[in-house]
């Protein structure tokens, strides 16, 4: 088990993946097929120089990690973050790998980032340091090998910048399809600003009517608290605020808000435009940043970083579903107090993937020249989520079900095998995105 010394996102990321390995019968007879499926196809580390607006050159280090093409290109967005590093990107890659083959995406995984502090760049610098990445990438991103998309402190003018410095390198192609998250103007997709934070409303909804969540059966009436209020938590307070919940909590990288009779979302919005940030709205209770995950409510909902729900906050929290927006916001320890503590958790490759699904809209319309209504983009996402819901509640039954019967064995372990866990949505996430990728690896074979 990992301890809370070793949050590592890649350990973290090896440890998911190994919890669903015992429960495909691809790998029982080794193959290599582990290494096979979880070592990265390709890692590139560049070093960036970029002029800083006071005149000194400051040198950057940036990474794009490919993590598997074998069910289609590479897809994964970039951060600015200063924790950015080659494990955490591989880690991020391998998940963007497992959500595409959950959500049945055409694409395989992979992600970028910039080890800086995007809250201290002027606009300008930031768009030199995206440029600059963009063009030390060169080929290794491209419409059909892997196509960035937004992360955290990445946003559509930066996507903006990722088109136009890879079109400046290829004249005279199509490249919108290069990149995702883009503006409307430039060939984005509507819904694609709301995309993760609506698949993951989705998810969450259809989950309750399912039953999933004894005596909670829509968000109507839930008590919701968010941590983070940027792309993911600003839309998620949104939505979830439209479908009848009650926001009573959110909170930003300076810290949280609570009210337990409901929060005002669209005037916390314009608090945090005006002042940058949640911070001291008017009538609430002031939290530190990660109170907001212990606050009293029905659902939680990460929406910032990895390694948020820890072995030492997991006895804390007060949710009884957890719906992670965030990538890795619950470390395997925490995952275990979780599961101990009858609280549910909706994993993120399953939670948060509402982003990539209308990215490969937006690739697919770039690829057509052309652009769908919003309300045609919002179904498919739906019926989409849905569906790979379904497909992870029923696996799990299943799984439990073959596990209380003793009828199989997986991966040459017998279900009463202390390493074979009791599978969580999670676990049963895994076993449907990495067993469609061993599929598919399994098919191709290997060249030459
Ligand atoms: P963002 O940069 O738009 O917003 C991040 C938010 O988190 C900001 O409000 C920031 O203040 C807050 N924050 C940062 N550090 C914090 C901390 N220590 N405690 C509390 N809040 C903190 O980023 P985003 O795109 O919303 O991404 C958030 C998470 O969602 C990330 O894990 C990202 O990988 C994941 N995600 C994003 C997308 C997407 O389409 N943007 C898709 C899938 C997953």
């Not at 991103?141 to 990445?154: E, V």
């Amino acid at each position: 088990m990992i301890t809370e010394g070793e949050l590592n996102p890649l350990r973290v990321a090896n440890h998911q993946f190994n919890q669903a390995v015992p429960f495909l019968e691809q790998f029982h007879d080794g193959a290599g097929l582990r290494e096979w499926l979880f070592e990265p196809e390709q890692v590139v580390r560049v070093s960036l120089p970029v002029r800083m607006d006071d005149g000194h050159v400051e040198v950057f280090r940036g990474y794009r990690v490919l993590h598997s093409n074998a069910r289609g290109p590479g897809k994964g967005g970039f951060r600015f973050h200063p924790s950015v590093n080659e494990e955490e990107v591989r880690a991020l890659a391998a998940w963007m790998t497992w959500k595409c083959a959950l959500l049945d995406i055409p694409f395989g995984g992979a992600k970028g980032g910039v080890a800086c502090d995007a809250r201290m760049l002027s606009e300008g610098e930031k768009a030199r340091v995206t440029r600059r990445y963009i063009s030390a990438l060169g080929d290794n991103i491209g419409p059909h090998t892997d196509i960035p998309a937004p992360d955290l402190y990445t946003d559509q003018q930066t996507m903006a910048w990722v088109f136009d410095t890879y079109s400046m390198m290829h004249p005279g192609e199509n490249c919108f399809p290069v990149v995702t998250g883009k503006p409307l103007d430039l060939g984005g997709s509507l819904g694609r600003d709301s995309a993760t934070a609506m698949g993951s409303m989705y998810v969450t909804e259809h989950f309750l009517e399912l039953g999933g969540l004894p005596g909670l059966t829509s968000l109507d009436g839930a008590d919701v608290a968010i941590q983070g209020f940027g792309n993911a938590g600003r839309w998620a307070a949104k939505l979830y605020d439209g479908a009848g919940a009650r926001i009573v909590a959110v909170s930003d990288s300076r810290g949280g808000i609570y009210d337990p009779n409901g929060l005002d979302v669209s005037r916390i919005e314009d608090h945090k435009d005006a002042t940058g940030s949640v911070v001291d709205f008017p009538g609430t209770k002031p939290l530190a940043t990660k109170e907001v995950l212990e606050v009293l409510c029905d659902i939680l909902v990460p929406a910032a970083m990895e390694n948020q729900i820890l072995a030492s906050n997991a006895g804390r929290i007060q949710a009884r579903l957890i719906v992670e927006a965030a990538n890795g916001p619950t470390t395997p320890e925490a995952d275990a107090t979780l599961q101990e503590r009858g609280i549910i958790v909706l994993p993120d490759i399953l939670a948060n993937a509402g982003g990539v699904v209308v990215s490969y809209y937006e690739w697919v319309q770039n690829l057509q020249n052309q652009q769908w209504e919003e309300h045609e983009v919002q179904e498919k996402l739906r019926k989409k989520m849905y569906r790979a819901t379904n497909q992870v509640v029923t696996i799990r039954a299943g799984l439990l079900d073959a596990i209380e019967h003793h009828r199989s064995t997986w991966a040459g372990l017998h279900p009463d095998d202390p390493r074979v866990d009791t599978p969580t949505l999670r676990t049963a996430a895994y076993v449907v995105a990495v067993g469609r990728c061993a599929n598919t690896l399994l098919e191709r074979g290997i060249w030459p």
